[in-house]
Every structure is written in C-alpha cells, then in structure tokens.
C-alpha cells in the first residue's frame, strides 16, 4: 500500500512566521501534490512537482513555495503566514500522470 | 475551464436504504474521473478510477458508473460506517491538475 505522511497533524503558528510542511511518500511516486481544503471551497490545488527539483504552481500559489530535493520528500513553505492560510493542508502522490492520486493524513494548520 | 459538481450537497439515509450521488462534469478530453472517500479531519482515501464512458467498478455496497457527463456513486444497503463525505474529481487533456467536487456527506443512521 501507498504511504504518504505529513510531518504534523496540527499546528499553531503566528502572523508573519515562516512555516515549513513537509510530505514524505514510500512508493516511489513520480508526482507530489499539495492542496488546501477549506468548507465550501473544495480541494485546491497549490503547487506540484513532476519530478526531483522540479515544480509547478497550481491555481492558487501566491503566498506560498515549494521544495523537492529528493523524490521522495515534497514541502510547502508559506513564507510569511497569515491568518488566511487557515486551512487543512494536504499532500498527494500518483505515480504518472494518469493515475489515481494517494492522500496524506492532512495537516491542520492554525495561524494567530 | 473544468468544472465538477456534485448533488446532493449532504444525505441522510437509514441503514439499507439504498441511493445514489451524483457527480456531474464539464471537461474537455476527459482522461479519469476518481471518487474518494473523507473521513472528518482525515485526508481522501482512494476508492474507483473510472475511464471511458460505460464503465463500471465495484467495491463491497459501492459501485461507481460513468457516462459522458456525469458518473454515479451507487450505495447499496448502506452501514453506518459508510457515513462519510464522498469527493469526486476529474483529469482532463495531457495536463497534470485534476478537479475536485466539493463533495457529498453521507449520514447513515442505525
């Protein structure tokens, strides 16, 4: 099976501090996601990386970067938190472009 | 722009009492659409890809089916624990992003 994990399943943070997730996936997957999921709004995606060092923004990217420096690790840096970056955070992994992609247990993250 | 909807917005059903959600799409060159299960605070637990208009996958009381505009998350005399919220989403053309629906939550009560 599939296993994506994410560094913290809640955290605190206050305005203006730089926050670090991170995403660690086991299946040698190709393709990591990152998403924010907010009630009413859906699932919406950040940032994605289709191979090591390589990214590409998703539709709601501002505010927020990303690193992938081994294949297996995908973070998401919000360089100077605000209080609208609320939100529950989720990291994903596919193996190609085609298929299904496997969720993390999500990160809720609160900012002050 | 891709759009998915799903209806209803939340269900209520009694233990066996079957139904159906809905998941209706706007893409152009649709290359899947996947439903996913989420429980509260949890992330979305992969369930069915379907492919091609006409297809069919089943899972215990869940059967997902898909046509042209829509596909249809069939629950079968459903348990409690099938109670969750029900996502659908959709990958079109050769692009990476896939679109999620808001979703449906599911109450099933004993």
């Known amino acids: 099976d599939v296993k994506v994990t994410q560094s913290s399943r809640y955290l605190v943070k206050r305005t203006g501090e730089k926050v670090f997730l991170e995403c660690v996936q086991d299946?040698?997957?190709?393709?990591m996601f990152w998403y924010r999921q907010d009630p009413g709004l859906g699932l919406r995606l950040i940032y994605f990386?289709?191979?090591?060092?390589?990214?590409e923004k998703g539709d709601i990217p501002e505010g927020y970067s990303v690193s992938r420096e081994k294949k297996e690790r995908f973070s998401l840096i919000l360089e100077s938190a605000s209080t609208n970056q609320t939100s529950m955070y989720l990291c994903?992994?596919?193996?190609?472009?085609?298929?299904?992609?496997?969720f993390g247990p999500g990160t809720r993250l609160t900012v002050l | 722009e891709d759009q998915v909807t799903q209806s209803p917005e939340a269900l209520r059903l009694q233990e066996g009492e079957s139904s159906s959600l809905n998941c209706s799409y706007t893409?152009?060159?649709?290359?899947?659409l996947f439903w996913y299960r989420q429980d509260p605070g949890k992330g979305p637990e992969f369930l069915f890809t379907?492919?091609?208009a006409g297809e069919e996958k089943e899972k215990e009381r869940l059967k997902a089916t898909l046509t042209k505009k829509e596909s249809f998350l069939h629950i079968t005399a459903p348990k409690p624990e099938d109670s969750a919220t029900y996502l659908c989403?959709?990958?079109?053309?050769?692009?990476?992003?896939?679109?999620f629906g808001t979703g449906t939550k599911l109450q099933v009560i004993p």
């Open positions: 994903a992994s596919s193996r190609d472009r085609v298929n299904e992609q496997f």
């Open positions: 299946m040698d997957h190709e393709n």
């Open positions: 990386s289709y191979d090591v060092k390589m990214k």
């Open positions: 893409v152009s060159g649709l290359r899947g």
């Open positions: 379907l492919y091609s």
């Open positions: 989403a959709v990958r079109a053309g050769g692009y990476q992003k896939v679109t």
